[in-house]
C-alpha cells in the first residue's frame, strides 16, 4: 500500500506561479513512477505530468509543456508539480497518482491516488 497526500493548491492570480507536493508513504516510493492529474469541474480527469522512479525521464500534457515541471525526491519520498504563467484554465483538482514500471496517461492504469488540492487562478 501506498499512501499519498497532496498539498500546496491554492488561489492564485493569473501569471502567477504555485508548487504542488504529494507526499507518499508506505512502500518504497522510489519504485513508483509518478503522476499528476487534474479534474476541472464537469470535465474528465487529464493526465498533467509524469515521472518515473529515478528521475530522469518525464512526460507531460502537451497543454503543459514548457509551463509546468514535475520533479521527484526519493530521499524525502515526495514528488513536486512546479506550475509556471498559470492561467484560468489550469483551475483544477490536481491528484497525483503511483504505479508501477513506467508512466502512462491513463487514470485506470493507476493503482493509488492522493485525495486532491484545489488549484484555483483567478484572472
Known amino acids: 500500500q501506498v499512501q499519498l497526500v497532496e498539498s500546496g493548491g491554492v488561489l492564485v492570480q493569473a501569471g502567477g506561479s504555485l508548487r504542488l507536493s504529494c507526499a507518499a508513504s508506505?512502500?518504497?516510493?522510489?519504485?513508483?513512477?509518478m503522476s499528476w492529474f487534474r479534474q476541472a469541474p464537469l470535465k474528465e480527469r487529464e493526465f498533467v505530468a509524469g515521472?518515473?522512479?529515478?528521475?530522469?525521464?518525464?512526460n507531460y500534457a502537451d497543454s503543459v509543456k514548457g509551463q509546468f515541471t514535475i520533479s521527484r525526491d526519493n530521499a524525502k519520498n515526495t514528488v513536486y508539480l512546479q506550475m509556471n504563467s498559470l492561467k484560468a484554465e489550469d483551475t483544477a483538482v490536481y491528484y497525483c497518482?503511483?504505479?508501477?514500471?513506467?508512466?502512462?496517461?491513463?487514470?485506470?492504469?493507476?493503482?493509488?491516488w492522493g485525495q486532491g488540492t484545489q488549484v484555483t487562478v483567478s484572472s
Open positions: 497518482a503511483a504505479r508501477n514500471i513506467r508512466v502512462v496517461p491513463t487514470t485506470t492504469k493507476y493503482d493509488y
Open positions: 515521472i518515473s522512479w529515478s528521475g530522469v525521464n518525464t
Open positions: 508506505g512502500r518504497t516510493f522510489s519504485s513508483y513512477v
